[in-house]
């Protein structure tokens, strides 16, 4: 594996499972492997998750890890080509990149959709620019279109609590105060589109995903008929994505919080949720607090995605 941005780039499903079981049975099997290599992980936007459960894959690999915070302590950074730079950004992203590949050996990246310019969002144009002038392999870290971590540990904590061969598998918008990029939705229906489990997607009218990430899933707009004999329930919100509401929110209605009148209509479903979550604007308290929450060991598995990337990058 050379670089790590989707789904496209795991290969085949049940190998990279396989893979991130042993991974996560021999967590320090393969220390010899980072043994004098350096991991650089570059932070756009915020994250706890991400930052910690890729700085400890990283530990457990033997690696040195190195994390830089664009936005706290490095210069501001210019990402336009033919800008005159007179203004508050003194260093260019297009010699900031190839001086941040040379003192690393794989550079992880996290650059959110910025709501601008539709077509610099969904051509990630941040993410590409690292592949293309660090010289590294590069991961996503979350892009402005994609979540790859997140989705393969929720693919890794599906398969380890699902009861049959075949489960269904929900994906619910839910509200949120703040427009949030279209990543973890995308990139969640890209990996179950992958798998040959029942996959649904149900959200209010004119929150529309990019059909290339729809896929073969079934949209369902009544969100009871789409909870009903759920194995999985996996809550996001994510602001809309069609023109000419790209990036806004349409609309904030709480009928469709997760909470325990829905999950009662599932097959007693597990609730998933990528973190972090906004309690009784997502998912009401019971239910996040219940014993089908598995947000906790979702969580644990991006150590485990995250160290099976990593060590496919290395070995190659
Ligand atoms: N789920 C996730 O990526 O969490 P962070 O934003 O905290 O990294």
Same mark, same amino acid.
């Given at each position: 594996?050379?670089?790590?941005?989707?789904?496209?780039?795991?290969?085949?499903?049940?190998?990279?499972?396989?893979?991130?079981?042993?991974?996560?049975?021999?967590?320090?099997?393969?220390?010899?492997?980072?043994?004098?290599?350096?991991?650089?992980?570059?932070?756009?936007?915020?994250?706890?998750?991400?930052?910690?459960?890729?700085?400890?894959?990283?530990?457990?690999?033997?690696?040195? !890890?190195?994390?830089?915070?664009?936005?706290?302590?490095?210069?501001?950074?210019?990402?336009?080509?033919?800008?005159?730079?007179?203004?508050?950004?003194?260093?260019?992203?297009?010699?900031?990149?190839?001086?941040?590949?040379?003192?690393?050996?794989?550079?992880?990246?996290?650059?959110?959709?910025?709501?601008?310019?539709?077509?610099?969002?969904?051509?990630?144009?941040?993410?590409?620019?690292?592949?293309?002038?660090?010289?590294?392999?590069?991961?996503?870290?979350?892009?402005?279109?994609?979540?790859?971590?997140?989705?393969?540990?929720?693919?890794?904590?599906?398969?380890?609590?699902?009861?049959?061969?075949?489960?269904?598998? !929900?994906?619910?918008?839910?509200?949120?105060?703040?427009?949030?990029?279209?990543?973890?939705?995308?990139?969640?229906?890209?990996?179950?589109?992958?798998?040959?489990?029942?996959?649904?997607?149900?959200?209010?009218?004119?929150?529309?995903?990019?059909?290339?990430?729809?896929?073969?899933?079934?949209?369902?707009?009544?969100?009871?008929?789409?909870?009903?004999?759920?194995?999985?329930?996996?809550?996001?919100?994510?602001?809309?994505?069609?023109?000419?509401?790209?990036?806004?929110?349409?609309?904030?209605?709480?009928?469709?919080?997760?909470?325990?009148?829905?999950?009662?209509?599932?097959?007693?479903?597990?609730?998933?949720?990528?973190?972090?979550?906004?309690?009784?604007?997502?998912?009401?308290?019971? !239910?996040?607090?219940?014993?089908?929450?598995?947000?906790?060991?979702?969580?644990?598995?991006? !150590?485990?995605?995250?160290?099976?990337?990593?060590?496919?990058?290395?070995?190659?």
């Amino acid at each position: 594996m050379k670089h790590f941005t989707s789904v496209h780039d795991i290969g085949d499903l049940q190998t990279a499972l396989q893979k991130a079981r042993y991974v996560k049975e021999n967590p320090f099997a393969d220390q010899e492997l980072g043994k004098n290599k350096t991991l650089m992980l570059i932070f756009f936007n915020s994250s706890l998750r991400t930052r910690l459960s890729t700085q400890k894959a990283g530990l457990n690999l033997g690696m040195n !890890v190195i994390v830089l915070d664009i936005n706290q302590g490095a210069w501001k950074l210019e990402t336009e080509r033919g800008v005159i730079m007179d203004g508050d950004k003194p260093e260019h992203i297009l010699e900031a990149i190839p001086v941040m590949g040379a003192y690393c050996d794989i550079i992880g990246v996290r650059s959110f959709a910025q709501f601008e310019n539709k077509e610099d969002d969904y051509n990630e144009v941040i993410l590409n620019q690292f592949i293309q002038y660090s010289g590294k392999p590069v991961f996503s870290m979350e892009a402005a279109t994609r979540h790859p971590l997140q989705s393969f540990a929720d693919l890794i904590t599906i398969e380890e609590y699902k009861k049959t061969a075949r489960p269904k598998v !929900v994906l619910t918008w839910a509200p949120h105060p703040r427009a949030l990029p279209q990543a973890v939705p995308n990139s969640f229906a890209e990996w179950m589109n992958a798998t040959d489990y029942e996959f649904v997607i149900t959200h209010p009218e004119g929150y529309e995903l990019d059909e290339k990430f729809v896929g073969n899933a079934i949209v369902e707009y009544d969100k009871e008929k789409a909870y009903r004999d759920a194995d999985f329930i996996y809550a996001k919100n994510w602001a809309a994505y069609r023109d000419p509401n790209y990036g806004k929110i349409l609309s904030t209605d709480r009928s469709w919080t997760v909470d325990a009148h829905k999950m009662t209509l599932t097959n007693n479903a597990y609730f998933m949720h990528c973190l972090p979550v906004r309690r009784n604007m997502i998912v009401t308290d019971d !239910v996040i607090e219940s014993p089908q929450s598995i947000v906790i060991p979702e969580a644990a598995n991006r !150590v485990v995605s995250a160290q099976a990337v990593l060590k496919e990058i290395l070995a190659s």
